[in-house]
């Protein structure tokens, strides 16, 4: 390709996706990855896009709602433009309701979401079923949320890559020097250089571990239960994660804290029981103290 307009350094999600949308509007964009397409966070198998819970409505709550509904366009013009599947499907949510109260909150959400989701998707309370794919409900009650959607990782990871490479941009796997303007989306090793660079810590790394069981429910909503995310994907797998891990000894290894996770699912899904495992994953993820996006210029940096 001619000189690049743009670098973009890391081929994570939020790389690739910033690299796409330059290439979009006309730049003549090179992605700098240093060890695979989808390498770290992105790489992982859960792929749950959940919205928040919809009340005190703020910004940050809107943002996600501008996304998720936009979601479907997006990534069908991904794969129209790479060939390739991303493994997107909006087909909501369940989540058990423990108690009456908890069924009265819901209900309360269930007016909220009228107005706050703008009629786009519905916050409701159903009947829970005691069999097939439902979690179990101690009230006999659920919510179902339409907002929901599943996306597979390391699908949408290389969907989106052959996409810029179609769209003219140049993907470089290993290291070259930067040409133009920079961005930076290199995860947990950018969150540390930016953390030296201003001398104060921005954020760091949340170890996470996922475990994938061979269950076909590629048309079936994903399942919410005691913190727990049980996502059925378009390859015939269900994926349940994750942990949040602050302390480890091994940042890309599985352990006892997996099998507790595979277990709950069950508990959960009693339908998975005799799923084999076909994947376990670990790694670790980036978060900013804020927990929320950082995007910003870096000081003394193009």
């Not at 699908?155 to 796997?173: E, S």
Request: charged fraction near 15%; charge should be neutral; proline fraction near 7%.
């Amino acid at each position: 390709m001619t000189r690049p307009d743009l670098t973009v350094r890391g081929g994570g999600i939020f790389g690739l996706s910033i690299a796409w949308m330059a290439c979009l509007r006309g730049a003549k964009v090179r992605l700098i990855e240093a060890s695979h397409i989808g390498a770290g966070s992105s790489g992982g198998t859960v792929g749950a896009l959940c919205p928040h819970v919809p009340e005190t409505w703020n910004p940050k709550k809107a943002f996600q709602l501008e996304s998720l509904l936009m979601a479907g366009d997006w990534w069908a013009e991904i794969e129209a433009a790479s060939g390739l599947p991303s493994g997107y499907a909006r087909l909501g949510r369940l989540q058990p309701l423990a108690d009456q109260a908890a069924i009265e909150l819901a209900h309360a959400r269930s007016k909220t979401a009228a107005i706050l989701w703008q009629g786009a998707a519905h916050w409701t309370v159903i009947p829970s079923s005691n069999a097939g794919w439902a979690p179990a409900s101690p009230t006999g009650y659920m919510i179902h949320d339409s907002l929901s959607a599943r996306l597979n990782p390391r699908l949408a990871c290389t969907a989106l890559a052959g996409a810029i490479q179609a769209q003219g941009g140049q993907i470089i796997v290993g290291d070259a020097p930067d040409i133009g303007p920079v961005i930076w989306a290199t995860g947990i090793a950018g969150l540390q250089a930016l953390s030296n660079d201003l001398q104060r810590q921005i954020g760091d790394g949340v170890k996470g571990q996922a475990i994938s069981v061979q269950f076909d429910g590629k048309d079936l909503p994903q399942i919410f239960v005691d913190g727990l995310h049980i996502v059925p994907h378009i390859d015939g797998r269900v994926a349940i994660g994750s942990t949040s891990e602050t302390k480890w000894l091994d940042p890309i290894s599985t352990d006892d804290q997996l099998h507790e996770l595979h277990q709950r699912a069950v508990a959960a899904m009693p339908i998975l029981a005799d799923a084999p495992v076909v994947d376990r994953w670990a790694a670790l993820r980036p978060r900013a103290k804020t927990r929320a996006p950082i995007l910003g210029a870096w000081p003394d940096r193009a």
